[in-house]
């Protein structure tokens, strides 16, 4: 046992932003006695400073006195983190075994993460003067923008932000400095959660079916206390008018809301129907936001200037002045889960967020996870439904479309040429849907059968063809689109297989004047390119939408009747338990973007594989059947969510390296394993080699998470003392949701 150095002085006991499990002991400044945790602190380390946590403060430390430097600087005078925000990071540190100082970070925008300074005030909010309230903007037609500006102004009831005055204007500063100078506005201060205006609603005139009602009901009563409950709604059957006016009572309670989202593309549209109902100051957070606009956020939410904060999974750890909700909308996709640095599930997080807090959780779905539902018929979960589409909209029909010996071009059938043809003819959209960007995922020879690879991955390189390039979509290594085939010099380069590139310059050449959209990560790469999109495809200006994943859900499109999903084969054979899951998530979400408003929808699937019991499932029982069928198989095969798993994975240049480790990794495992837990591997990774490293796994299951949890906890600081543990990469993935 180490020996304890004790003295009168205080020592702080400092997380830092540092892959490393231990804290590090710092002399305490003179005169610090009531230094609150979670406070950021500015800390020599080695030759440079750094900024990091203080978690505990102590009057010994393991270490010599004379060993310890003295902090540099305090950042905070009061700590940005209350107690629940630091008990649940230091949770979140425990559970997925990460190391505490970088569980920390993301809890802080990168600029306090970085910044030195003590922290600015959240920038200004501006209202109107007694004259500008009285004044008609009639005066002001000579001058357009002026006069735009101050009708806004009148048309609301509470100050503007600087947020809400960029989205309105990106130029408003200049409009601004007008009509400070002519005093029509003010510069007032940011309201706080308790001066906001007592009529929260701009606009309600929203009649709710019973089966909302009966949800809206179930969770308001719930407000001021944990539960969590599970809202399962057919796609169109109006859950987010339930979030809404879920949200309505909590901010008439003086409260904040935060409603995450799975993917950046959800939340322009939930932002636009938010801002459409509330008037109160509404945050966005997402990683397509600058920096300061990021810290700008998280300020105003944190010091109570903004009732709802709408972001993506990293927005879960903002720390609020007063939390009375938590929303999650899509609750069962993979992306709430991160899959690098500290590996959280935001859904369960959210989860022990709302536990340590007291306040409900709401997780929303068409197609719920199995773990949720799990949780659902047991109990656990309070379980809504809504079973019908809201209104007079009624659910889409589905057809398997058999493509086997049939003649197609560039994956379009003629049977799905013959229904887009007769859609358009009828003035309504299309929307088809293929989950493969580029123009073709291989590029063979068909002399040699020499096939186009990437140096660095297991992995073809994609075609590009509008770009001229060839592209590794794994480690983004590209190359000039070749004309000759490097390996026997023959110009018979075949591009093989579908992309949504190739497959757009086929509509394009069938239906010359038609506007075709594509919606993939290369066409909207752009900022502001999505949201432009999106409006023209609302605003009924799109003929046919082609897209991958980011339009499988949560998206309105009210006139797009004919939906296809142009392979749907491409799910059905994985080594992963998870695939089917996902495939008839999928297929359902997509589907749901069909027949929206009062036009009957169709939905198309075509395959080679119409006898398919998943695909056959889904089409004649439904999402929930399947869902039935799905855990009966899991818990007869003892997968989660009837075990709970762990994924150990390693990476380096040289294999043999990364296999002896995890072999290493293995034998400490058995020799700590007094309860059965199954230890399988290491084995090489489903694609073992990307960006030149050789990826291997090792996977740990058991039937009680404590069992499992107890295991981890012994064995990851063992880990850590592995001699070759210093020349690789190696991470713990607690309840992972890919084997990749």
């Known amino acids: 046992m180490a020996n304890l150095h004790s003295s009168g002085v205080l020592i702080f006991n400092v997380a830092l932003p540092i892959p490393c499990y231990q804290l590090f002991d710092y002399l305490a400044p003179e005169g610090a006695q009531q230094v609150p945790l979670g406070s950021r602190v500015e800390v020599p380390f080695g030759p440079h400073k750094k900024i990091g946590y203080l978690v505990g403060i102590s009057q010994s430390s393991s270490l010599p006195m004379t060993k310890l430097k003295p902090i540099v600087r305090l950042l905070d005078e009061q700590s940005l983190l209350s107690e629940h925000d630091l008990a649940l990071l230091h949770w979140v540190s425990r559970y997925y075994h990460h190391p505490l100082g970088e569980v920390m970070s993301l809890a802080f925008p990168v600029l306090l993460r970085r910044q030195k300074n003590v922290l600015e005030p959240v920038e200004s909010h501006y209202g109107l003067t007694e004259l500008g309230r009285t004044l008609s903007p009639q005066t002001l037609l000579r001058a357009p923008k002026q006069y735009a500006l101050l009708e806004k102004f009148q048309a609301t009831p509470q100050a503007l932000s600087c947020l809400l005055l960029s989205q309105w204007d990106k130029q408003w500063r200049v409009t601004i400095k007008s009509l400070l100078a002519k005093q029509f506005v003010q510069i007032v201060p940011a309201p706080m959660l308790e001066q906001l205006p007592n009529e929260i609603d701009v606009n309600e005139e929203v009649v709710c079916s019973s089966a909302q009602q009966v949800a809206i009901e179930a969770v308001c009563k719930s407000l001021g206390a944990f539960g969590v409950f599970l809202l399962e709604g057919v796609t169109g059957s109006g859950k987010t008018e339930v979030y809404m006016q879920i949200i309505r009572t909590v901010l008439q309670r003086g409260q904040q809301v935060l409603v995450l989202v799975p993917e950046i593309t959800l939340t322009p549209q939930l932002e636009s129907r938010f801002r459409q109902r509330f008037s109160v100051g509404i945050a966005i957070s997402h990683s397509k936001l600058t920096d300061k606009q990021r810290c700008q956020a998280w300020l105003q939410i944190q010091q109570g200037h903004c009732a709802i904060l709408l972001g993506t999974r990293s927005a879960l750890f903002t720390p609020f002045k007063q939390l009375g909700l938590i929303i999650l909308d899509e609750e069962h996709d993979a992306s709430f889960k991160q899959q690098d640095a500290c590996r959280f599930s935001a859904r369960d997080v959210a989860v022990v967020r709302g536990k340590l807090l007291n306040v409900p959780v709401l997780l929303g779905s068409a197609t719920p996870s199995l773990e949720s539902l799990l949780n659902a018929i047991t109990h656990r979960y309070g379980w809504l439904t809504l079973p019908e589409r809201a209104g007079q909209a009624v659910a889409p029909e589905l057809q398997l479309l058999d493509i086997r010996n049939k003649k197609m071009q560039e994956g379009l059938s003629e049977l799905l040429l013959t229904e887009i043809t007769q859609t358009l003819e009828r003035k309504e959209q299309v929307l088809l849907f293929l989950n493969r960007r580029g123009f073709a995922p291989t590029l063979i020879c068909h002399g040699c059968g020499w096939v186009a690879r990437c140096l660095h991955c297991d992995a073809n390189l994609v075609i590009h063809h509008h770009e001229r390039r060839l592209r590794c979509h794994h480690c983004n290594q590209e190359q000039m689109l070749m004309s000759q085939c490097p390996c026997c010099h023959s110009k018979e380069l075949t591009a093989l297989g579908l992309g949504t590139e190739r497959v757009e310059n086929r509509l394009r050449h069938l239906f010359v004047d038609k506007t075709i959209v594509r919606l993939d990560r290369d066409s909207t790469q752009r900022k502001g390119t999505l949201e432009d999109y999106l409006a023209k495809i609302n605003q009924g200006q799109v003929d046919i939408i082609l897209g991958t994943q980011m339009l499988a859900k949560g998206h309105h499109f009210p006139q797009v009747t004919l939906v296809a999903i142009l392979d749907v084969d491409s799910g059905l054979f994985s080594i992963d338990f998870h695939a089917s899951e996902r495939l008839a998530q999928l297929v359902v979400q997509v589907a ?56 150990l994975r390693a990476y380096a240049p040289d294999e043999m390296l990364v296999q002896s480790f995890l072999q290493s990794v293995c034998e400490l495992a058995q020799s700590l394993n007094h309860r059965d837990t199954l230890i399988l591997g290491p084995v090489p990774a489903p694609m073992a080699r990307r960006t030149g490293f050789y990826h291997y796994q090792v996977l740990l299951q058991q039937t009680k998470r404590s069992v499992l949890q107890a295991l981890l906890t012994q064995l990851i600081p063992k880990i850590a003392t592995l001699k070759s543990n210093k020349t690789l990469r190696w991470s713990v993935d607690v309840d992972p949701v890919d084997f990749y």
Not at 597 to 623: C, F, M, N
């Open 592 to 647: 749901g973007r069909a027949g929206r408003e009062l036009k009957a929808g169709k939905v198309i699937l075509q395959t080679r594989s119409p006898d398919h019991p998943l695909l056959t499932t889904l089409i004649r029982q439904g999402y929930h059947q399947f869902a039935k069928t799905a855990l009966a198989e899991r818990q007869q095969a003892y997968l989660p969510p009837y075990t709970y798993q762990a994924m």
